[in-house]
């Protein structure tokens, strides 16, 4: 495959192949529950929770409920957990707060989680997006997250790599991935993961599902503590087109 057919398939994530085109106005909101006004300048005696989020006016209602549920769904982290709005999670945040000053009154910081939902790419045939979260609620540091959501604009049901690549290309995009991942995290071709602090089962390499697309490649990402201690940090391999365009339908 040409470099001009990894172009075309970008292009196609962009435009999709209809002639009927959605129509891609983004509006960003924000939600901001705060146990005392001013908070965000606090760092000693409140909490404050923020959602910072995109809402595509020019998609169906039912697509736009779908993609508000699967936002509010990954905010709020448990399946079991019954809060279904971004009202009811920061209630739940400030009540949390509140409970943790009675039990200990003199514990000192403020509790923070912010959370922005960004853009990443929005075509007539896909709509991705990434989570980021930073937060902090006691213990010895804060905690981050990056996650994806990864959607058919068209009815807002997931989107997974299947749609997007041919049956096999599961061998080559862990070698690529596995290529990348040494050279981000500068590990020899033959150094041993568990010598080197990562934890991958019969140390073997293996991408997660945790990944997002981009005009450029599949970003995977892996979190703090996902595959190594938390003082080593995250890790992110971006796939380009280029490198499985043998895979790209």
């Given at each position: 495959?040409?470099?001009i057919?990894?172009?075309?398939?970008?292009?196609?994530?962009?435009?999709?192949?209809?002639?009927?085109?959605?129509?891609?106005?983004?509006?960003?909101?924000?939600?901001?529950?705060?146990?005392?006004?001013?908070?965000?300048?606090?760092?000693?005696?409140?909490?404050?929770?923020?959602?910072?989020?995109?809402?595509?006016?020019?998609?169906?209602?039912?697509?736009?409920?779908?993609?508000?549920?699967?936002?509010?769904?990954?905010?709020?982290?448990?399946?079991?957990?019954?809060?279904?709005?971004?009202?009811?999670l920061?209630?739940?945040?400030?009540?949390?707060?509140?409970?943790?000053?009675?039990?200990?009154?003199?514990?000192?910081?403020?509790?923070?989680?912010?959370?922005?939902?960004s853009?990443?790419?929005?075509?007539?045939?896909?709509?991705?997006?990434?989570?980021?979260?930073?937060?902090?609620?006691?213990?010895?540091?804060?905690?981050?997250?990056?996650?994806?959501?990864?959607?058919?604009?068209?009815?807002?049901?997931?989107?997974?790599?299947d749609?997007?690549?041919?049956?096999?290309y599961?061998?080559?995009?862990?070698?690529?991935?596995?290529?990348?991942?040494?050279?981000?995290?500068?590990?020899?071709?033959?150094?041993?993961?568990e010598?080197?602090?990562?934890?991958f089962?019969?140390?073997?390499?293996?991408?997660?599902?945790?990944?997002?697309?981009?005009?450029?490649g599949?970003?995977?990402y892996?979190?703090?503590y996902?595959?190594?201690?938390?003082?080593?940090?995250?890790?992110?391999?971006?796939?380009?087109?280029?490198?499985?365009?043998?895979?790209?339908?």
């Amino acid at each position: 495959m040409s470099r001009i057919r990894v172009f075309f398939f970008a292009s196609l994530l962009l435009a999709g192949c209809t002639q009927s085109r959605l129509d891609k106005t983004v509006k960003m909101k924000s939600f901001v529950s705060e146990s005392a006004k001013g908070c965000e300048y606090d760092s000693t005696n409140c909490s404050r929770f923020t959602v910072n989020y995109p809402e595509f006016p020019g998609l169906e209602q039912l697509v736009q409920d779908r993609i508000q549920q699967k936002i509010v769904l990954l905010v709020r982290g448990d399946a079991d957990d019954p809060r279904d709005s971004f009202e009811l999670l920061g209630e739940g945040f400030q009540k949390d707060y509140a409970d943790f000053k009675k039990e200990f009154p003199d514990g000192g910081g403020s509790w923070q989680r912010n959370i922005d939902i960004s853009l990443l790419l929005f075509g007539d045939s896909l709509l991705s997006l990434q989570y980021t979260e930073e937060s902090y609620t006691g213990g010895a540091h804060g905690n981050n997250l990056v996650a994806f959501i990864n959607l058919d604009p068209k009815t807002g049901e997931l989107v997974k790599l299947d749609r997007l690549l041919k049956p096999g290309y599961e061998e080559t995009l862990r070698t690529v991935g596995e290529e990348i991942f040494r050279q981000n995290r500068e590990l020899a071709d033959t150094a041993s993961y568990e010598n080197s602090g990562f934890q991958f089962t019969n140390d073997k390499f293996a991408l997660n599902d945790n990944y997002g697309f981009s005009r450029e490649g599949i970003s995977f990402y892996f979190n703090s503590y996902e595959v190594a201690p938390y003082v080593m940090g995250p890790t992110e391999v971006m796939i380009p087109y280029d490198r499985i365009r043998e895979w790209l339908k």
